[in-house]
């Protein structure tokens, strides 16, 4: 396999960051969409929505974007999906209806789920080996740091005015050039090779998929919670909401970035134990800390947990799907990351509606306690790898 230059690098890396800005970017905004959209019936939820749809579009789309690309190849659907990408983004821009936002984010859902599908299945493609963990660790951290950026322009913006936050999906265009120039299809996936019964995987790959999900339900309380949380304690300014929303993606970067060195020393199955463990020591340090300095702590903490398995999950996926099912494989794989956060505003609802935002992160925090244990005790089951 070819040394891959830093052209073709630098735009995987840039189209991996449109999938962090197609959902967390405008989390700053939500109380002040929560205020303008008041006098519709469930507008609480219904805002919480805007931030969240995509990602059930995402979840719908990405099988089927799975299927197609390891038929008829990448690119000329990645092109189609970034241009869609920006148009359907900046729509809350120039939208009144929330119900007309909403289906404009159910469409970049659809063309999140396409762009990130296929760019996962290209890094798999050109990458092998330890370059491949290193690749996907770095592709990681520049999504959490593309997530810093945008989460923190986005809170300036919704200081000005909350429909701003929208035009930050323009960024899309300035990607799709480099995106036509710079990356090309591996010939694999143009062979029409027919899919026989024997190319299947492990039965290993559902853990993997159901993990994903569970790990996004509860991740995902931050973008969505954390912006109410912040103002029951008094923090008021957007932008301090979108700096501690931000810290988390941080340390989500310098865990993706060290990913390599962490597989180094570790199993997937150990690195998923300390991942969920650094994830429950920081949604219990939320619920009990009622101060900004302490809620910064904790967002280091959740984002230092979540960036080791999210590569550790890319990576896995990758070693044990056959490359013949490679795209639909990784298909399946953002289905189930994207369905979790969709529905984690749902699940959590009954848990909102009888108990305090902190009592909530406190049971958060035991559910991710018990997965971490569950891995270390999953670690020391079978061959370690």
Same mark, same amino acid.
């Given at each position: 396999?070819?040394?891959? =230059?830093?052209?073709?690098?630098?735009?995987?890396?840039?189209v991996s960051?449109?999938?962090?800005m197609s959902v967390?970017?405008?989390?700053?905004?939500?109380?002040?969409?929560?205020?303008?959209?008041?006098?519709v019936? =469930?507008?609480?939820?219904l805002?919480?929505?805007?931030?969240t749809?995509?990602?059930?579009?995402i979840?719908?789309?990405?099988?089927?974007t799975?299927?197609?690309?390891?038929?008829?190849?990448?690119?000329?659907? @990645?092109?189609?999906?970034?241009?869609?990408?920006?148009v359907?983004?900046t729509?809350?821009?120039?939208?009144?209806?929330?119900?007309?936002?909403l289906?404009?984010?159910?469409?970049?859902?659809?063309? +999140?789920?396409?762009?990130?599908?296929?760019?996962i299945?290209?890094?798999?493609?050109y990458f092998?080996?330890?370059e491949r963990?290193?690749f996907?660790g770095?592709q990681v951290?520049f999504?959490?740091?593309?997530?810093?950026?945008?989460?923190?322009?986005g809170?300036? @913006?919704?200081?000005?005015?909350?429909r701003?936050?929208?035009?930050?999906?323009?960024?899309?265009?300035?990607?799709?050039?480099l995106?036509?120039l710079?990356?090309?299809?591996?010939?694999?996936?143009?062979?029409?090779?027919?899919?026989?019964s024997?190319?299947?995987?492990?039965?290993?790959?559902?853990?993997?998929?159901? =993990?994903?999900?569970?790990?996004?339900?509860?991740?995902?309380?931050?973008?969505?919670?954390?912006?109410?949380?912040?103002k029951?304690?008094?923090?008021?300014?957007?932008s301090l909401i979108?700096?501690?929303?931000?810290?988390?993606?941080?340390?989500s970067?310098i865990?993706?970035?060290?990913? +390599?060195?962490?597989?180094?020393?570790?199993?997937?199955?150990?690195?998923?134990?300390?991942?969920?463990?650094?994830?429950?020591?920081?949604?219990?340090?939320?619920?009990?800390?009622?101060?900004?300095s302490?809620?910064?702590v904790?967002?280091?903490?959740?984002?230092f947990?979540?960036?080791m398995?999210?590569? =550790?999950?890319?990576?896995?996926v990758?070693?044990?799907?056959?490359?013949e099912?490679?795209?639909?494989?990784?298909?399946?794989?953002?289905?189930?990351?994207?369905f979790?956060?969709?529905?984690?505003?749902?699940?959590?609802?009954?848990?909102?509606?009888? @108990?305090?935002l902190?009592?909530?992160f406190l049971?958060a925090s035991? +559910?991710?306690?018990?997965?971490?244990?569950?891995?270390?005790?999953?670690?020391?089951?079978g061959?370690q790898?």
């Amino acid at each position: 396999m070819p040394e891959q =230059n830093w052209k073709t690098k630098l735009t995987l890396l840039l189209v991996s960051s449109l999938t962090i800005m197609s959902v967390i970017t405008i989390s700053p905004a939500l109380p002040q969409m929560s205020v303008h959209f008041a006098s519709v019936d =469930n507008a609480e939820l219904l805002v919480k929505l805007i931030l969240t749809v995509p990602a059930l579009f995402i979840a719908i789309f990405s099988p089927l974007t799975g299927w197609i690309i390891d038929r008829y190849g990448r690119l000329k659907i @990645l092109t189609f999906a970034i241009v869609l990408y920006a148009v359907s983004g900046t729509a809350g821009y120039y939208l009144e209806n929330i119900y007309h936002i909403l289906l404009s984010r159910a469409v970049l859902g659809i063309s +999140v789920g396409m762009s990130m599908t296929i760019v996962i299945t290209l890094v798999a493609d050109y990458f092998e080996g330890h370059e491949r963990q290193k690749f996907a660790g770095i592709q990681v951290a520049f999504m959490s740091i593309g997530g810093i950026l945008f989460i923190g322009l986005g809170g300036v @913006l919704a200081d000005i005015g909350w429909r701003l936050t929208f035009l930050i999906y323009l960024f899309a265009l300035i990607i799709l050039p480099l995106s036509i120039l710079y990356l090309y299809e591996p010939p694999s996936s143009l062979r029409q090779k027919k899919i026989v019964s024997s190319d299947r995987s492990p039965r290993l790959i559902w853990i993997l998929f159901f =993990n994903t999900m569970l790990m996004w339900i509860l991740f995902f309380i931050i973008p969505v919670q954390i912006p109410f949380y912040l103002k029951s304690i008094g923090i008021e300014k957007n932008s301090l909401i979108g700096i501690a929303i931000a810290t988390s993606t941080l340390f989500s970067a310098i865990s993706s970035f060290s990913y +390599v060195r962490f597989k180094d020393h570790f199993s997937f199955k150990m690195i998923f134990t300390l991942g969920f463990l650094f994830m429950a020591l920081g949604f219990f340090l939320i619920s009990q800390s009622g101060h900004y300095s302490g809620i910064l702590v904790a967002m280091m903490l959740s984002g230092f947990g979540i960036g080791m398995m999210i590569p =550790n999950t890319n990576i896995w996926v990758m070693k044990i799907a056959p490359i013949e099912i490679r795209g639909k494989e990784i298909g399946k794989l953002t289905m189930f990351w994207f369905f979790g956060q969709f529905i984690s505003p749902i699940v959590m609802l009954p848990l909102l509606r009888n @108990l305090p935002l902190g009592s909530t992160f406190l049971a958060a925090s035991g +559910v991710l306690f018990l997965f971490a244990l569950a891995w270390f005790v999953f670690s020391w089951s079978g061959r370690q790898s």
